[in-house]
């Protein structure tokens, strides 16, 4: 079992910068593809990027160019750096690992089904 807790999240101003995290505990031993997704009422759930185990990145079209997905291995610790946040960017954000592919992601975006743990989100908030 692996338990994901993420935080860093809050309210940002369009332009603005936010920096989530999300903190793994539990079977860290075993190789996961990484991803953060996000999800606002009455929608799917978005996949936004992947991190696999050897540290290669995928992203989403949606945030391309202004989202970083990073990992600090020694601390267990996924981040999300959120830079030039738009108000289309208000979500409630999860992450979420997948441990089937030995820590290769095969999938951009990320696709819901293919994650078995989940964390339970923090809201992000911009405003105009």
């Known amino acids: 079992q692996l338990q994901l807790v993420e935080s860093g999240g809050g309210s940002a101003q369009a332009g603005g910068s936010l920096r989530l995290s999300c903190a793994a505990s539990?079977?860290?031993?075993?190789?996961?593809?990484m991803a953060w997704f996000r999800q606002t009422p009455g929608k799917e759930r978005e996949g936004l990027t992947t991190?696999?185990?050897?540290?290669?990145?995928a992203y989403a079209d949606s945030v391309k160019g202004r989202f970083i997905i990073s990992q600090d291995n020694a601390k267990n610790v996924l981040y999300l750096q959120m830079n030039s946040l738009k108000p289309e960017d208000t979500a409630m954000y999860f992450c979420?690992?997948?441990?089937?592919?030995?820590?290769?992601?095969?999938?951009?975006?990320?696709?819901?089904?293919?994650?078995?743990?989940w964390g339970q989100g923090t809201q992000v908030t911009v405003s105009s």
């Open positions: 979420a690992a997948d441990p089937a592919g030995g820590g290769h992601c095969y999938t951009s975006p990320p696709a819901r089904a293919d994650f078995r743990y």
């Open positions: 539990g079977s860290i031993y075993s190789r996961y593809c």
């Open positions: 991190i696999d185990s050897e540290g290669s990145k």
